[in-house]
Each structure stands twice: as C-alpha cells, then as structure tokens.
C-alpha cells in the first residue's frame, strides 16, 4: 500500500545547512576534527541570567501557558527595550511573542497572503522565507541581486519589479546569507513606496543588534512609518538564546486580532520558562554582557575577512553584521553543493552551499559563519583545499 503526503509538503525543498551539520557531527562521532562553520548559531552558552531567571519561574510554579500575544511584562519589557536600545518608541499591544521568530513569519504571512498572491523577495535569501510562502499556496517573486546592492534589495528594484499581484516584500537588514545592511533611508523610501501601493512591508530584523562600526538600528525608529511595516526579531541570535525558541514580532494595529486568534490555533503561547528567561535578557547587565559578545562577533569578522585575503580569495562585500561571510567561489566550482561536501570530507572544515539561499547564484557562492574562533586554521584548510582547482 501507498501512503501518500501532501503535494504540498511535497515540495518543500530541504534545509541544506541541516544536511551538512548533519554529515559533520557524524564525521565528528567518528572521531574526525571538524570547524562548524555551517549553522548560524553562536558558540556561547545562553548568558546565565536566563538560566536563573526560568529556573527561578519554575520553582514558582509559573509553567502554565500565557497569554497568546505573550507575557504582558515581556511585551512592555520589549517596548522599553526598544526605546533605550534603538531610540524608537513601540506601543506594547503592537508585539506578538511567539515560538521563534519562524513562527512569527509564519503568523504574519498566514494573516495576509491569499492563493497565488506574490512576496518579492532577494535572491540570495534565508531559505525559510520561499518555503512559508509556498505552504501557503503564494508565489515567490526572486529578484537576482548581486554585491553592486550589497546583496540587497533597493527601491529601484522594487520600482522595476513592481507589479498588483505583489501582496507583501520581504527584506533582511542585516541579512543572512550575507551579513549586509539596507541604509535607514533606503528602507524608510520602500516602506513609502510600498505603502502608496497596498503592499505589506516585512522587514527581518534577526540580527539587527549584530552590526559593526555603526550604532544597531530599526526602521521602527522613524516617525510617521507607514502601517505596512511588519518587523521580525528573535531571541536567538543577538540575545543568544537558540534553543529557547522565542520570537517576536511588532505589526500594525489591525493585524493583531488577526494574529491573536491565529496563534490560538497554530501553537497557542510561547513557551512560558523561555518567556520569564527573556525578560532577564533584557536587563541592563546581561545587556552589557551581549555588547562583549558582540565586539567578539566584530573582532571574528575582521579575522575572517583579513584571512580570507591573506589566503588570496576575493571578497566582494565586507559583512556589516550578523555572522556571515558570503564568498563567491566561481573561480573553483559551480557546484557549491559538491565543493562543500567535498571541504567536509577532505579538511572538516564544514560550511554551507549557497544553493540554500536562492537559485541565481547559488551554485557559485559559500556561506561561512564565524560562529566559532578556530577562524585562521579553518582558512588554511580551505587554502590547501582550494588548490587543486588551481
């Protein structure tokens, strides 16, 4: 007998950096010396207030489910955040916690898109985002873009591409695979155009605590923003807290009920301990605390970069934040897939295809994270590695 899935899941294309972590640890279990550089996940612990702060929850018994929306106090804890941490002021009824940002996006999209509808989105591009529109029965509209836009896309594009089936663009600042940044400006003009037009705005704002050389921003900064603007944060990345599972979104007024009752449906709350273990995070201290993180993120970047040239490998961008570098490998393979297995097998030096990350390009760019401090060894690996394209 045949026991068929859906055609929809069907098509969901896999997550490619699982498969290669995957093949890593294996190796590893075997004994073999691996570099992660493949999973965007940070090597520090969780910062220990969290672990106090739910563990403090849990003697008190506070394990029952929240509010759908979130803990009051976190969501006015996040609204405070925002004021001192990016000068923008965020009314706490426009924030939704949810079980990781993912599920924030998911929320979002499922509110607004309709069957067949588009999401413009770049290309390259966190992978996730092609496959919530698809589950939805929407189409994805890639704009290829290369380094001339810092990977990014802009309101030219936008005005170029532009056509009535788009329901909703998609950005990312600073952006995973690349670690590039949309100016504030820039920004606050697609928001506009896309306002005039009855187009939603989503703006991943993932690692927007993570940037270098310049102050962290939000577009939720700007007075008199336009009521298109979605923002997408997580816990996970700045605030360390991956495995918490614990996101958030900040929307329009007149999503919220519309989020509310779906969140009722689709997950219910957030998990309450990762809830209580967030608002410890948000404090002054551990605040402090992830600034130091920070500065190492910076500090790996620059190690990476200066390496990377060292070696004799082009880079086109220097990452303005998150932990990424996106490296254009053409020169060797236009098979990003077959080069990145092969790096696994040959150095244990593991990194991520961009065929990820979209189709444009994909075969002829690499993703490293610098989400660990084995940085110049990885590089004199991929060096040696790299010579037998030569």
């Known amino acids: 007998m045949t026991f068929a899935i859906s055609k929809t899941a069907s098509q969901i294309a896999p997550f490619r950096v699982m498969k290669i972590l995957a093949q890593a640890k294996a190796l590893q279990a075997q004994g073999r010396d691996i570099i992660h550089m493949e999973i965007g996940e ?13 563990q403090n929850a849990a003697e008190q018994g506070l394990t029952h489910y929240t509010a759908t929306l979130g803990l009051p106090a976190l969501r006015e804890k ?3 955040f925002y004021d001192g941490f990016y000068h923008a002021k965020v009314n706490a009824e426009q924030l939704v916690i949810t079980p990781g940002s993912s599920s924030a996006l998911q929320l979002v999209l499922t509110a607004i898109l309709n069957p067949g509808e588009q999401v413009l989105m770049a290309d390259p591009t966190y992978p996730c985002n092609r496959q919530f529109v698809h589950l939805l029965h929407g189409e994805v509209y890639s704009v290829p873009v290369t380094a001339d836009s810092q990977y990014q896309l802009t309101l030219d594009h936008l005005k170029q591409h532009w056509n009535p089936q788009i329901k909703a663009v998609m950005v990312a600042s600073p952006a995973n695979p690349t670690g590039t940044l949309i100016e504030q400006a820039e920004l606050l003009k697609m928001a506009q155009f896309l306002a005039q037009r009855d187009t939603y705005f989503i703006v991943d704002e993932i690692y927007q605590g993570l940037v270098y050389e310049r102050p962290a921003e939000s577009i939720l900064a700007h007075q008199n923003l336009p009521q298109n603007v979605v923002v997408i944060n997580s816990f996970s990345k700045f ?3 991956t495995g918490w599972r614990l996101g958030w979104c900040v929307v ?6 519309v989020l509310d009752r779906l969140g009722q449906n689709l997950y219910l709350s957030a998990p ?12 002054s201290d551990a605040l402090t605390e992830l600034e130091q993180r920070r500065q190492i993120f910076q500090q790996r970047r620059n190690r990476l970069y200066a390496a990377m040239q060292s070696a004799g490998f082009t880079l086109k961008t ?3 934040g998150a932990f990424y570098l996106y490296w254009d490998v053409s020169e060797y393979t236009q098979d990003s897939e077959r080069f990145c297995a092969a790096l696994l097998q040959q150095t244990g030096v593991a990194i991520t295809p961009g ?8 075969k002829s760019h690499v993703r490293l994270a610098y989400t660990n401090d084995r940085i110049e060894e990885a590089v ?6 790299v010579e037998q394209y030569r």
């Open 42 to 54: 940070p090597d520090f612990a969780s910062p220990s207030c969290v672990h106090q702060a739910a």
């Open 318 to 320: 220097l990452p303005q």
């Open 272 to 283: 309450t301990l990762s809830q209580y273990g967030a608002l410890a995070v948000l404090e």
């Open 380 to 385: 004199q690996r991929i060096q040696g590695f």
């Open 252 to 257: 329009p007024e007149h999503l919220i009920d």
């Open 355 to 362: 065929t990820d990350f979209g189709k444009e390009a994909g």
């Open 78 to 80: 996040l609204a405070q």
């Open 239 to 241: 605030f360390g807290m």
